[in-house]
């Protein structure tokens, strides 16, 4: 119990771990470009957050959170989003006064009690970005172009983009009606999450995984259908901004998400040859969470995309990810008194910006050469009395196993070091 991590939790170890920084470098070039910025929250915030933010109907709220009481008696709860976060820091920090949009992203771990399984996970990763200050539909399909392009620059194909509207509260409320209307019939059929749902939050109902629930809900009338014209309009205007951008996408109907703050746009993004765990990415429209959670009248849109699925679905696909973490040199030396010299020429070079490392194991210089090559180390040199005293080395380019003599000097090494 002891030496092995809890469940639905796992170590990311350095052989992998370098495949995170690649994708996470990936992800602040493109933040960048979308003039987005990072904000970094807590790991936990009040219960009440989640409760008021994600919705206490969610199977999120009820069934998922890792919600303790600390010293001072708080209810504290470890994050299962990244929205509410984001949101509770807008409005503590009146970002509200910002000129607006303010777009904010961040990179987080996620905590949610669900059974684990390949892709869904206790302790999870998310990049999340949300648009603060605006309704205008084109912030809608900036905003689900973002996680599209990222995954296109890393190679993704077979990417479905699922889209539809919820509707606001006006329209939503008289579509729960005529929903609840048409379920009434086969109420007894329901799965009891389902009938638990008809009152509190009967649109759920069309998401639910059950076969029986699934059959039920096939005839259901469609919220898409009911909406009002405002967000009739919204929808259409989000459209044509994803085809002016190249985005193909498909509209779902049956898409409500798992959260309760959503209104006009949600989405969600697949690939073809995934996990069978549902959505790498999802996200949508939330015009009234700011004001539910204190803040004034400010209309929101954002998603998140979790990494370990994204991961997942990269291994699936083949694509490969460059370990760019490699040494560019290791400094072999012969004998105990050349040790330091090959110290402090290590320190040179790597505040030349090299890469460079050496031995602290007191290894044979054959030994130092065996674990330069499994390192996969570029180039070499060797130490020696000889090299020392004449001043001249031999660098040694380990991959063509071709060697040239050069000046012994951190910067004349360093120049002749050509990086990937
Ligand atoms: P979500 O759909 O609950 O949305 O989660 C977003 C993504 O996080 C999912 O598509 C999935 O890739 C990943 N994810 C969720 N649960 C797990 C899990 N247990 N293990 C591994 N990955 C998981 C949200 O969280 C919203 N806050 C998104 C959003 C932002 N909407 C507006 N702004």
New binding site residues.
Partial sequence: MLTKAPK?TMDILPEISYKWQYIEDEIRRICRQFGVKEVRTPVFEHTELFQRG?GDTTD?VEK?MYTFNDKGDRSITLR?????G?VRSFIEHGMFNNPQPTKLCYLIS?Y?Y?K?QA????????F???YFGTQNPSADAE?ISLPWTLYKRLGLTGLTVNINSIGCPVCRKEYNEKLKDYLRARYDDLCDTCKNRFDRNPMRILDCKSPICKDIVKGAPLLIDSICEECSTHFETVKKYLTSMDIPFEIDPYIV???D??TKTVF??TAKNENS??????????DGLVEELGGGSVP???????????LLTMQEQGIDIPDTHKLDIYVGHIGDENAMFAQKLVADLRSLGICADRDHLGRSVKAQMKYANKLGVKYSIILGDEEIAGKKVNLKNMDEGTQKEIELSAEIIAKNIVKE
Avoid: K, S
Avoid at 80 to 84: D, H, L, N, R, V
Avoid at 119 to 126: A, D, L, M, P, V
């Fill in positions: 639905g994600v999120v998922e299962p989003e990244g929205t509410a984001a996620c949610r669900e684990p892709g869904r996970y206790r302790e999870f990763h998310q999340g970005v949300e905003m998400r798992g959260l703050y959503y969600e993004i765990n549902g959505t790498i990415c999802g996200g949508g429209r939330y929101a849109c954002g998603f998140a995309l979790g990494m370990e699925r994204l």
